[in-house]
């Protein structure tokens, strides 16, 4: 299998020059810092502050990670069989789902180059964790890529991007709502593979798509390919052992890893408590527009889902395996200052981010449609909406 010939987007070089000086405009106190002002440090500060062992992929240790994966999903498969009654399958679903997305941050890892320093391994075994998964490998780390290179632009980026006012408002009623009304939203993950979000065209299955370069059409080939194969064994297990028992084995926890997948990705660029910018034009810079992403705790699945919510410093450096990404933030601290927002303590089970999720897509609608530094703004019939269901 060949491997992708497109590097990661480097944030040597896209960092703007002019973001080396002070610019938070006489901004002194916490309460009335702006996130939105330009930062006092550049990128490579902060990569100097990280301990340079952080940089370093260990293909044996990421690959011990992947064998631990699978051997746990194997074990929750023959402890279902076994045990087969209605009071286990809920908490195997729970766990097969949270392991499917364990598999998929160690595919995402693949993607970025940060799983080792040999692009086919990093290939093979990426096309082995996301097919499995039914994710197109290169269709979505090409497409990562992009969220990458553009995060917190509102025209560039890919990844749970805000719709500008004039898209919105075209919206039907019905749209507004599945894309904005828990739990709807948590579910999209697929829709998003197969059409993207509105105002955007493309699939991540089509080579011909528009997000996909012509020299990278051989890769999403590739990608699809073994998707293809894949779901095209799901059906023959259907008809060996039954639909019914492959969607207690398969088809739940698969609904389970695609909360996970949107939740978390959505928890990363939104939901604050105190509203983070979005850019256009000359205002965006790679650095600004990472710092607007927030690190998250998830409790007792930190450590299952590879330290995902160290996200700040994941956008900023992806290169660092996840291995080194809590040391790697924490060193980071003292260079990030208050552009770095602590997460809120989670307990052994993070349902305080059920909170952090409503309240976002209650208010979090839409931006304006001029304007280099926009916030989301709100849809006040759907908030009424909101309300109305939450009394009812």
């Not at 697929?190 to 065209?201: A, H, M, N, S, V």
């Not at 194969?229 to 023959?236: D, G, P, R, T």
Request: charged share 20%; proline share 7%.
């Amino acid at each position: 299998m060949s491997s992708p010939s497109v590097e990661e987007p480097s944030p040597r070089v896209m960092e703007r020059k002019g973001e080396q000086m002070n610019a938070v405009h006489g901004i002194h106190s916490q309460q009335d810092f702006d996130p939105s002002a330009a930062p006092p440090f550049r990128i490579a500060e902060i990569r100097a502050a990280i301990p340079d062992h952080c940089w370093v992929k260990n293909p044996w240790k990421s690959m011990s990670y992947v064998f631990t994966d699978i051997l746990v999903v194997f074990v929750l498969v023959s402890a279902a069989l076994y045990f087969n009654n209605w009071y286990f399958w809920p908490l195997y679903w729970v766990g097969q789902g949270t392991m499917f997305w364990a598999l998929f941050v160690l595919g995402h890892d693949c993607g970025h180059g940060s799983f080792s320093d040999y692009p086919t391994l990093n290939s093979v075994v990426g096309h082995i964790l996301h097919s499995s998964i039914l994710v197109p490998y290169h269709g979505w780390r090409i497409s990562h890529r992009t969220h990458h290179q553009n995060h917190g632009n509102v025209e560039k980026d890919e990844s749970w991007v805000p719709l500008p006012e004039k898209i919105y408002k075209n919206l039907r009623t019905r749209t507004r709502i599945l894309r904005f009304i828990l739990p709807f939203p948590l579910f999209t993950y697929p829709i998003y593979l197969w059409f993207r979000t509105p105002g955007k065209k493309g699939s991540h299955f089509n080579p011909y798509s528009d997000l996909f370069m012509p020299n990278e059409r051989k890769f999403v080939m590739t990608s699809t390919a073994c998707w293809i194969v894949v779901a095209s064994f799901l059906v023959y297990l259907c008809f060996l052992i039954g639909p019914h028992q492959m969607l207690k084995l398969y088809g739940v926890p698969h609904l389970i890893f695609t909360v996970w997948l949107d939740g978390v990705t959505y928890l990363h660029h939104h939901g604050y408590k105190q509203k983070l910018p979005w850019y256009r034009g000359k205002e965006w810079s790679y650095l600004r527009g990472a710092l607007t992403t927030v690190d998250r705790d998830y409790g007792l699945f930190n450590k299952i889902q590879h330290d995902v919510g160290t996200h700040v410093i994941h956008h900023i450096f992806p290169q660092i395996p996840h291995y080194h990404l809590v040391e790697a933030t924490e060193a980071a601290k003292a260079v990030l200052g208050k552009y770095y927002r602590e997460p809120k303590k989670s307990g052994p089970i993070p349902f305080y981010l059920l909170n952090t999720l409503l309240r976002s897509f209650k208010e979090d609608h839409f931006v304006s449609n001029t304007g280099d530094i926009v916030y989301y703004q709100t849809d006040k019939d759907l908030y009424k909406f909101y309300e109305t269901t939450k009394s009812a």
